[in-house]
């Protein structure tokens, strides 16, 4: 099955119908098609939930087809990893994580199975992470890098908290910064720490790896 805004609109349509299995057998089927996953990440399932939160923002559809969704989509998540085309491990770890009271971490989960797929090691801690915790964590681990997801605006407070903390302590530990929260304002300061990187997009993503790992 070719990838097209048709494919799109069905999943989209089985999605807010609540009907996984549709949804399953087109993010099947587009694997079996061997669909660029970035395609599939950001086409299918970026875009069906971006649009699932412009209709409840209207009111247009209530929170629990919004939680539903959201269901459907990390076992979507979960078929696309189980499916993906894998490159042999490229002995590099990464941490990735939400900051404090952040509990959007779709993106974040999404990002850390790109890195499994690209022969990361990677580790993901899911939403809601103390930053207390994620030193002690870091220390254990050791990562060759983290990877802090921030989606909610009114969390940029956690995510620069975090950062400064983890700098304090490990001045050389690479960060790379995503999700939304800090789009509009925040990139610019971002852009200023050292081994900060805030990325965006899958592109963007590899684009960071090969340049600063050589891989
Ligand atoms: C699902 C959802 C929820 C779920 C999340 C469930 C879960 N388990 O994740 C729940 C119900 C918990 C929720 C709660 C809230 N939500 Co909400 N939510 C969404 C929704 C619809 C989808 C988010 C999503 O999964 N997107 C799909 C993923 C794949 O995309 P992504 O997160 O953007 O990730 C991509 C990039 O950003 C990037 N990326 C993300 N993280 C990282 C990390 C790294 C390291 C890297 C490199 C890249 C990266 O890569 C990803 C792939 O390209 C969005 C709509 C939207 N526009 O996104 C609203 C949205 C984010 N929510 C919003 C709001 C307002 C809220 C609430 C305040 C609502 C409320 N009144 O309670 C709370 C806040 C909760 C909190 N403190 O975190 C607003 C945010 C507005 C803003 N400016 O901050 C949005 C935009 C909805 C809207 N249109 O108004 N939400």
Known sequence: M????????????????????????????????????????????????VRIGELWDK????????HVATEITKEMLSVI???????????????????????????????????EMKGWNSIFAGANTPPKELMKFISEKKPD???ISNNFYLNVIKLF????????KYPDQRIIIGGHGP????????AKY?????INTLEELENYITESFNI
Do not use: W
């Open 81 to 115: 990893k189980l499916h993906g085309n894998y490159i042999q491990p490229v002995n590099k770890t990464v941490l990735v994580t939400c900051v404090q009271k952040e509990f959007h971490e779709l993106g974040a989960r999404l990002i850390s199975d790109f890195f």
């Open 194 to 198: 050292p081994d900060i990187t805030y």
């Open 2 to 49: 070719a990838f097209s805004e048709t494919v799109y609109l069905h999943y989209l349509s089985a999605l807010l119908e609540g009907d996984k299995n549709t949804c399953r057998s087109i993010i099947n089927n587009l694997m079996n098609e061997k669909t660029d996953v970035k395609i599939i990440y950001k086409d299918v399932i970026q875009k069906s939930m």
């Open 59 to 66: 009111c247009r559809i209530c929170i629990t087809t919004e």
């Open 161 to 168: 908290e975090t950062i400064d903390m983890i700098k304090l």
């Open 145 to 147: 890098l983290v990877g």
């Open 183 to 190: 789009e509009n304002c925040y990139v610019n300061v971002i």
